[in-house]
């Protein structure tokens, strides 16, 4: 039997092609992309009554239609006031929690994960996370929804399994490193967190990478960049901590005119992506910043391109 079907179908030749654009290369093999700034988000957004689901939205700034950090990541603080309950979710392939303060569980797929102040998890595709806390709670969330956003996709199946350090596991581990580096020029104390299901990326996701990084007393790490944007999450901070961010180094590796954001524990900033930025504690006291990064997406595509300014 012969199928008509097709045959019996409208042409759509002339209506398609009126879609079509031309550029000269020239004019738009570098088209102007909205900036990715330096934003600040102060502790202050979690630190309310009521609670509350806050997004740390640049949307606007982005030139999106949907909310984002980035252009690939959406940060959230989460508050959730004593003895209540706060439920989240996203159409998001990986989704990453770090308890800011409090006491809790979460309900995950039908599994129950207890949760305390400086405790670390990450999640992959999955349905509302019912978050319940025992005692005044706040979350700093990242997931990377506007990448789905962007792709018209929703992730259906899981890329790699649940993931759980605990304060006192990432405390010890970051110790080790630190012991390791004494006495040693190395540019980073700090633990990458990984998963085995990401062997080739070495990354926390697929999509995502985060790093548990110690700025001691009195020290300086040098500038470095980066083509992942980096949400940066200041976990330990006194006056006189913060980095300096700029796009060009001097002939001394030092930044040219750079915008400085201070950390305040408790708050975030942006480091958007390219730009140099080094680490400075200024301060009698150690200091830790978590940054979470698109850098497993980047890593994957091999286009993460890290530098250090006059080498490792």
Same mark, same amino acid.
Not at 134 to 159: C, H, I
Not at 215 to 241: C, M, W, Y
Not at 247 to 273: E, S
Not at 289 to 306: E, F, R, S
């Given at each position: 039997m012969?199928?008509?079907t097709?045959? @019996?179908a409208?042409?759509c030749?002339?209506?398609?092609e009126? /879609?079509? !654009? %031309? %550029?000269e290369?020239g004019s738009?093999? +570098?088209?102007?992309?909205p900036?990715?700034?330096?934003?600040?988000f102060?502790?202050?957004?979690?630190?309310?009554?009521?609670? /509350?689901?806050i997004?740390?939205?640049?949307?606007?700034?982005?030139?999106?239609?949907?909310?984002?950090?980035?252009?690939n990541?959406l940060?959230?603080?989460v508050?959730?006031?004593?003895?209540?309950e706060?439920?989240? @979710?996203c159409?998001?392939?990986?989704?990453?929690?770090?308890?800011?303060?409090?006491?809790g569980?979460?309900?995950?797929d039908?599994?129950?994960?207890?949760?305390k102040?400086?405790?670390? %998890?990450?999640?992959?595709v999955?349905?509302?996370?019912r978050?319940?806390?025992?005692?005044d709670s706040?979350?700093?969330?990242v +997931?990377?929804?506007?990448l789905m #956003?962007?792709?018209?996709?929703?992730?259906? @199946?899981p890329r790699?399994?649940? !993931?759980?350090f605990?304060?006192? !596991?990432?405390?010890?581990?970051?110790?080790?490193?630190?012991?390791e580096n004494?006495?040693k020029?190395?540019?980073r104390?700090?633990?990458?967190?990984?998963?085995?299901?990401c062997?080739?990326?070495?990354?926390?996701?697929?999509?995502?990478w985060?790093?548990?990084?110690?700025?001691?007393?009195?020290?300086k790490?040098?500038?470095?960049?980066?083509?992942?944007?980096a949400?940066?999450?200041?976990?330990?901070?006194?006056?006189?901590?913060?980095?300096?961010?700029?796009?060009?180094?001097?002939? #001394?590796? +030092?930044?040219?005119?750079?915008v400085r954001?201070?950390?305040?524990?408790?708050?975030a900033?942006?480091t958007?992506?390219?730009?140099?930025h080094?680490?400075? +504690?200024?301060?009698?006291?150690?200091?830790?910043?978590?940054?979470?990064?698109?850098?497993?997406l980047?890593?994957?595509?091999?286009?993460? #391109?890290? /530098?250090?300014?006059?080498?490792y």
């Amino acid at each position: 039997m012969t199928d008509t079907t097709s045959d @019996s179908a409208p042409t759509c030749n002339e209506e398609w092609e009126k /879609q079509g !654009l %031309f %550029f000269e290369y020239g004019s738009a093999a +570098n088209p102007r992309m909205p900036k990715i700034g330096i934003d600040v988000f102060p502790p202050s957004m979690h630190h309310i009554a009521e609670s /509350q689901i806050i997004p740390l939205e640049l949307s606007q700034k982005l030139e999106t239609s949907h909310p984002a950090t980035g252009p690939n990541l959406l940060a959230h603080f989460v508050h959730i006031a004593a003895g209540e309950e706060l439920p989240t @979710s996203c159409h998001a392939s990986s989704q990453v929690f770090y308890v800011i303060r409090g006491a809790g569980f979460s309900v995950v797929d039908g599994k129950k994960l207890s949760w305390k102040t400086g405790d670390f %998890f990450a999640l992959p595709v999955t349905g509302e996370i019912r978050h319940r806390a025992s005692e005044d709670s706040a979350f700093y969330w990242v +997931n990377d929804q506007p990448l789905m #956003d962007f792709l018209g996709a929703k992730p259906t @199946s899981p890329r790699f399994r649940p !993931l759980y350090f605990s304060r006192e !596991l990432l405390t010890s581990e970051l110790e080790k490193v630190r012991k390791e580096n004494e006495g040693k020029d190395k540019n980073r104390n700090g633990i990458l967190l990984a998963n085995p299901d990401c062997p080739q990326t070495k990354t926390l996701t697929h999509s995502m990478w985060s790093l548990y990084n110690l700025l001691p007393a009195k020290s300086k790490q040098k500038a470095h960049r980066h083509n992942s944007i980096a949400l940066d999450f200041a976990v330990k901070a006194t006056e006189g901590v913060y980095t300096l961010i700029g796009r060009d180094l001097d002939a #001394d590796g +030092n930044i040219i005119d750079p915008v400085r954001a201070n950390w305040v524990a408790g708050g975030a900033f942006v480091t958007p992506p390219g730009w140099w930025h080094s680490h400075h +504690n200024e301060s009698d006291e150690d200091a830790i910043v978590l940054p979470v990064q698109d850098a497993g997406l980047h890593t994957y595509m091999q286009t993460l #391109d890290i /530098q250090f300014a006059h080498g490792y």
